[in-house]
């Protein structure tokens, strides 16, 4: 019989440092930590944010508790140029939860990301508003006999006096961002400075140290995709690191990334007409879209090169569904313990530098923020995309289903998460249309000039598409293909729909520039286009007109003028494609039979005798006759088909 048990039967919790343990074990030790400060910025509504790794060591003397000195050392600065709210004050204070999990406009929704900056400091602080608060997870440095306290908060005003008996607890963040000591002595701080002193000895929560090379290590992971950082975001404009060695007395920026001026005015207009349109937990009657030219500029001022800006450019078009869309979409638009909005981004690259050149880019995958870059693109497509995706709890990945889910699926089983249905519906729905509207935005934006070879580029290689993102392609390539999206030169050059266009298959050569040029001069609406489009069309469209022999032989016959005062090599490389397909009777009345003399004749059965000259007769037998015999000097393949012609009583004799 098992003993009487005087704690009663509740269920056993872990303790705060077992949780935040668990929390660190999702939450991997790298640039993410930066990401997760970025988008609690981003949720605030701020526009600017700024990393200080500070160097310096603070005074101990004065502090709420002696052991506190071990925090007085280097730490990162995380600031951005929004308040606290109330709602704040409370949220990061939650461990396993947050005020977002019911606000679909803020990103950062799980609350956990915050508790990331625990792999580096055993004590986060921050300021905002007319507040300053430390947490203690240990729950050692601000307790007493009566309470275990797992953190305090000091306003600025009404504490004023406690404050003023320990001045070097406050210390570190004077002269850091515009803190100064007006703040404290006003009681306001216009903005939100967190500090995270860095752990320098192995503590309960977490064995991870941190040292000026880790956190340069950290610096720099940021910066390899920093120039993507700010696309798809809704608020902030700008990003900065900065440093100040033990002997600086300012910190000194080492790197910025902002939205180039010259956009700055469009991105904010924009944002704010997307903001103001979307409205959470509702079915939109239409979707709500807007498109804009955006340029990124990064600046690494610690580089000893003079040359050290950069500009990206890029097209994008954000997407919040609405109007026609599945039943099932629908559904879980509204559905509560989702909360997700139905919002997606496609961004394509524009040409940037003096040769604008538009460069080609590896597709990336946002959640507004990138996702960890990985060696390949995680979707194939040459464009980034972005998302309101099902992530899994550590924010690194898109949740995808299991081997039992695909299984399942495949068989003809719907799935039943419902996170990966919405994931489903933004891969099958969402995307393809905020795709197609990036693309014919960029076809008719006056705003800004896109080059045809930079929307071509955009389009997808059906060949390279992930297999996980092969859900996008079909009704991607269904709807575009119903629009003008395929150019032609043709009357001035004007974009077409598939079934207008006159498709030339093999771009380049001799031969093929004479075809286009041919076919352009009477206004045929030839279209070129790079490989992996016409591999597209031959899936989703095999019915397109394409350059054929029969088409240049009619259209020679129409309109003899686009040919008759052509030079005589291009002459023959007509009459070669011309024979390609060997209906020899349809050559009648084309003036494109070489002969002996320079000149060409007309093709015709009624006309003089043209001769062929063999080893047994040669032209030498029959002098002054050089306008009655085919010219021997004309490419192999085409000679043999005339010989070929001629012996079957076609047009030669």
Known sequence: MADNDD??????????????????????????????????????????????????????????????????????????????????????????????????????????????????????????????????????????????????????????????????????????????????????????????????????????????????????????????????????????????????????????????????????????????????????????????????????????????KKEHSFLVTNYFCGGNVSSTFKKLMTEKDLSYLPTVGVAMALPTGPKLHTPDISGHLFCFLPLPVQKTSLTGLPVHVNGFFALNQNRRYIKSPNADQEDREKSGRQLTDKSLLWNKCLLEEAIPRAYVRMILAAISEKSVFVPRKAIYKAWPNINKIDQKWKRLEKPLFQLLLTKNVVHTQAKGGKWLAIEEAIFQRQSGGERNELLLRVLLSVNLPVVTAPSHIICALDVYAPDQTEITPPLIRMVLKQVPSCYTSLQRADKLLLLQFSLADRDFADLSTLHLLPLANGQFAKFENRGPTIFITSPEHPQELFPGLGDRFLDKNIPDDTLRNLQTAASQGKILT
């Open 7 to 308: 704690e009663g039967f509740d269920l056993i919790q872990p303790s705060l440092i077992q949780q935040l343990r668990k929390i660190l074990d999702q939450y991997s030790d790298d640039g993410q930590i930066l990401k997760e400060l970025i988008q609690n910025a981003e949720d605030a509504g701020a526009t600017q944010v700024k990393f200080l790794h500070d160097k310096h060591s603070y005074g101990t003397a004065q502090l709420y508790d002696e052991e506190l000195a071990k925090f007085q050392g280097p730490a990162l600065y995380a600031y951005n140029n929004a308040l606290f709210t109330k709602a704040d004050w409370r949220g990061i204070r939650l461990v396993c939860d947050s005020i977002k999990v019911e606000d679909p406009m803020k990103v950062g929704r799980f609350g956990l990301g915050f508790k990331s900056v625990f792999h580096m400091t055993d004590l986060p602080s921050l300021i905002s508003d007319s507040q300053i608060g430390f947490i203690d997870p240990h729950g050692v440095h601000f307790s007493d006999r009566r309470f275990t306290r797992t953190g305090k908060l000091w306003r600025l005003r009404e504490d004023q006096v406690a404050m003023d008996e320990i001045p070097d607890q406050f210390s570190p963040y004077k002269d850091i961002f515009d803190c100064t000591d007006a703040v404290f002595s006003q009681g306001s701080y216009a903005g939100t400075l967190f500090r995270f002193p860095f752990r320098i000895t192995p503590s309960e929560l977490s064995g991870t140290l941190y040292s000026a090379e880790k956190m340069d290590t950290l610096f720099e992971s940021f910066k390899a995709d920093a120039h993507m950082m700010l696309l798809f975001l809704q608020h902030l404009e700008s990003i900065e690191l900065y440093v100040r060695e033990e002997t600086e007395l300012k910190p000194i920026k080492i790197f910025e990334v902002k939205v180039a001026e010259k956009s700055l005015e469009t991105v904010r207009a924009k944002r704010k007409e997307f903001r103001a349109k979307i409205t959470p937990g509702k079915v939109v009657p239409a979707p709500i879209t807007v498109t804009y030219p955006i340029t990124l500029e990064t600046a690494n001022f610690d580089s000893p090169f003079q040359n050290n």
